[in-house]
């Protein structure tokens, strides 16, 4: 672990300016997924800035009828809240299919949605990886790739995103919610949150440098079967091979996935083909995707999730 | 004492203590935290400077520069050793200077290499595997060494290594220790018969994932060396660092008084030792380390990956009539041979055998003993096969393998018996329990909501071996009886056994016996490993105590023969003596060992049992629950019902793994273990685990000591996964043969 400087932040457009101005910086939440990456040397920050005490841990009504979810509201805390459980059940289920009870009791929102990849050559500091060093290659292309992307990858980055979290959030159209260096703010809408990797795959979200994220949105509930099925190699503490958060309802759908891409993904195109049944969905929802003999399954197992969940909500 | 002939009526079989269930003796220090592991002596090793190994980034070629001046810089850098400036060590075929310690297991006996448990580290320029040690940073802080590991630079020039084992593996040679057995003839026997299957299964690299890592502290008195460190058979430590370091092996004391599992793991030495050791030496004070996580996975060893073919022919009355089992592994040229064809000479009857070993050079990290090595992975392959058969002969499996059970060792002839079997008694107990009969033999028919359901069955050997063993014994003027041996305890309950056979030998209660072990200046004994530890060192113990009771009659006055020995008690011919009056204050010590004769020769000794499982798998996402779990074990005295039964619960856990997820993948074109950490290499978790019940038939094994005990801890693992793959084949149709049974591979396979 490299040496770093730390420092609590007493307001968050403090420590949006802090982390714009200390060259080397970074936030530190829950520091579940940060002081891995640090200890592993994959991520050598020279400044650490803590947003822990910053008064972004609560969870607000919004005059629109939806929640307002501050970036440091605990993933335990945000899946046992009562509005959550009631009106986002797709977002508790989420959420509780992910890491262990003692991780989320420390992840964080905002944290979560910047969780870095499992590709387990960016955990691997000999090999090549484009993500960790950018240039250097990827070592995932004629590696192991079982369970890396198959949807909106580049011939740079076949990396996927793991969060559970994000996936739920996406079904529900959140917005992301930030402050930046120079005190503005702005909303992101969660599918323009996180990006392809394209030529670029280090860079992995639309937050500009010392950008710091508040919180999250969410619009007035919409009703319908809230499910969240996350397949998995074993019964807990694993990251999804494949999952789908859904909202159904009699003639009507929204589908997102996990584990396939570098982002949730989610078609609304393919969501208005949901009469016309699993297979016709997923022709238009994973179009243009590029599979490996190794994570080739991903796609019918995605189709095969599609079908029961659409089936469970007599779609 | 030589254990030569079958053990008559003794003092254990009272079984006023021995046979009862007792939980751990050490399992307050453990709870409570203090139970001290290897890097946590903190006050016999005061001012201790940490060290980082810095692994190869490369798996095969030469290091052609390295430059430590930044890391030697660095703030609290004390020292930076590469093979530039590290001292002369000494490899295989170099035994310390005044010997090894005499070694007396069957499989290791006689002709054993000398040094071979040596280890030298950072000798030269070649890289021979991935994470191999390059060089070897001391600071005076822990995160100080490790930001300085990240400066040391190294260009190396990299060689094609060998990484496939299905590539490489017709280059494999048989091994010296494993020679091809050919009984009969195979070949015309196997094409004449009238059922039968020709079938090749394969079995990943898989990592023992125990949750203490390997760590080591080193101290040196002059030039008398303590290292605590993490090992399961402290002479082999011994044996190695004071070979590799070509010093006494009196001058080396190895303490491992507590460990956090090993799973075979901890037989051998590797860097951490060693480099603790040289650099403590050079410093002139204390060196602490421990691996990282990652580095376990490619830095130390792994139970190898196998394809095995098996070929099963049998008669249209499902006696077997050829057997053929072939196995090819690979593993670093020093390493041995995965032997996976062994429970085949043994578990089933049949005139015509073929059984044959390949093992090919790989440039992989080293292959070494993993719980149950052989057995675990071969019956894996054969256990399966067997299912595959018996569904071509219409036959019940349970029914096929008692079709095809022997009381003799299938290649030797009734010459050669078991000292006890009971794997019959354990298929129809266990079918009994665990309701065999309302299994549906057709697969796929069995369905609970979108779950489909099967169940499966499994035999289960495991050979028993046997180690020399001593122990000391003091009973001093309270009462007490402390026990010494170097034995350990790596989680399994040897401190609670021990205290149970002394507490029966001495007609004591529990509370009045102290137990010390893992410190090589007790007596030395079996260890932990290969299941032979809780019968051998029991053996090598109740010698001791034996000397230790005649002693105490001498004392008393008493004909030491018709002395009983009962409620701190000594009595004979009417009389009674208090023991603490007899010992008096300065008490009286004895020491014992036991050494095993030619029983095992003459004899076949193995634990039996048979495993049940029924498992859940998801229609949709051929995701596989296991629903329950029953095991059967006929593994001669249990000494301790719960200490056993905790052993076999997790043998089956483990076995889950073996079927369902462990799978060390390597890169091919690198040479490494790519999934190198908790997150990424699956073992199962406590979501995984079903309900699990145990049963041990009552059985008393004459030939294997004078306890008539066998190990249990491997048996718990052997056939398990095999039990689960035949029931997720009787779920869904879906016949896998390349463990583990991953959803990708049973949803191409699923009927639906
Ligand atoms: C063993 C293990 C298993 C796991 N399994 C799962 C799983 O199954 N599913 C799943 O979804 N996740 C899983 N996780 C990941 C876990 O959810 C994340 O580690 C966690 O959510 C990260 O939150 P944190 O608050 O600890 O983030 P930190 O580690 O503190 O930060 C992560 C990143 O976000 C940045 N950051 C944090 N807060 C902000 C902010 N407000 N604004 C801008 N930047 C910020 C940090 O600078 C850092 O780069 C697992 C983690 C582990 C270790
Ligand atoms: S897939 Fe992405 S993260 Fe993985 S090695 Fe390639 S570049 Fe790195």
Redesign the interface.
Known sequence: MKPFTYQRAATPAEAARVAAEMPGSRFIAGGTNLLDLMKLQIETPGHLVDVNHLGLDRIEPTAEGGLRIGAMVRNTDLAADKRVRRDYAVLSRALLSGASAQLRNKATTGGNLLQRTRCPYFYEPSKPCNKRVPGSGCAALGGFNRNLAVLGTSDKCIATHPSDMAVAMRVLDATVETVSPDGTTRSIPIADFHRLPGDTPHIETQLGRGELITGVMLPAPIGGLHVYRKVRDRASYAFAVVSIAAVVAPGRARLAYGGLAHKPWRVEAAEALVADGAAAVAKTAFAGARTTPENAFKLPLAQRLTASVLADGKV | MKFDSAAGQNVIDQGRIVGKSYPRVDGPLKVSGLAPYAHEYHSDAPNAAYGVIVGA??SKGRITAIDTSEAERA?GVVLVMTHRNAPKQFGIGHAPPGGTGPQQDEKDGGGEKPGRHNKPQLQGPEVRHFDQSVAFVVAETF?QA??AA?LVRITYAVEKGRFDLAAEKDKGEMPEDTPDSNVGNFDSAFAAAPAKIDVTYTTPDQAHSMMEPHASIARWDGDQLTLWTSHQIIHWGVDGVAGTLGIHKDKVRVISAYIGGGFGSKLMIYGDPILAALAARQLGRPVKVALTR?QIYNHTSHRPATIQRLRLGAGIDGKLLAIGHDVWCGNLPEGEAENAADQTKLLYAGANRLLRTRKTELDLPLGASMRAPGEAVGLLALECAMDELAEKLGLDPIEFRILNDTQFDPEKGPERPFSTRHLVECLRTGADKFGWSKRNPKPGMVRDG?WLIGIGVASAIRNNLVMASGARVRLSGDGVLTIQTQMTDIGTGSYTILAQIGAEMLGLPMDKVRVELGDSSFPQSAGSGGSWGANSASAGLYYACENLRNAIAQRAGFNSTDSQFADGKVSAGGRSRNLADVVGKDGISAEGKVEFGDLTKRFAQAAFGAHFAEVAVDS??A?V?VRRMLSVCAAGRIINPQTARSQCLGGMTMGIGAA??EDQ?V?K??G?F????L??Y?V?????IPDMEVIFLDELDDKSSPIKAKGVGELGICGVGAAVANAVHNATGARIRDYPL???KI??KMAV
Request: zero cysteines; a negative charge.
């Open positions: 980034g490369i703030p995160e490790r930001d990240r990652p979108r949709v996402t995701e629950r369902l997820m993948v890169d074109r690198f490494y790519v999934n190198h950490d997150a990424e699956h199962p978790v406590h979501a995984d991953t959803l990708d949803m191409a």
